[in-house]
């Protein structure tokens, strides 16, 4: 597959095609098994991860079309769609069921994070007033 970095991703997307937008962070293409659906993939740290090496993409986890007619699954590895295996029906609810509870626990730890930051701060202000020896 090519890649384009772009600030928008254009109404007509080609196939073969990776359309990158760093801005937005997101990475749309047309389905690797030739259906025509689009696929949407957001580089967020609970959804795909984008490496580009200067020369070539690789998104991971795998991008599984479950929603799709077609059912595919891939890899984008360095540019170049390595195919997997079907699910079953279990394992996708499996897979739904997993990554709900990583990007829940993700928001937790940064909701908690959050606080801490605040509470640190307020320490750091209220220390800030005060005369050490």
């Not at 795909?48 to 986890?61: N, Q």
């Amino acid at each position: 597959m090519q890649h384009r970095f772009v600030e928008y991703i254009p109404e007509e997307i080609s196939e073969e095609i990776l359309y990158v937008s760093m801005q937005y962070g997101t990475v749309v293409h047309k389905c690797c098994c030739g259906c025509g659906q689009e696929v949407v993939t957001p580089i967020t740290p609970t959804d795909w991860k984008l490496l580009y090496d200067g020369e070539s993409i690789t998104l991971s986890p795998s991008i599984g079309n479950w929603s799709f007619k077609c059912r595919s699954h891939y890899f984008i590895k360095k540019s170049e769609i390595v195919w997997c295996g079907s699910w079953s029906n279990e394992q996708v609810v499996a897979e739904k069921s997993r990554d709900s509870l990583n990007k829940e626990q993700y928001f937790e730890k940064q909701t908690n994070n959050s606080k801490l930051n605040a509470i640190w701060a307020k320490i750091k202000c209220i220390l800030g007033g005060v005369k050490w020896l």
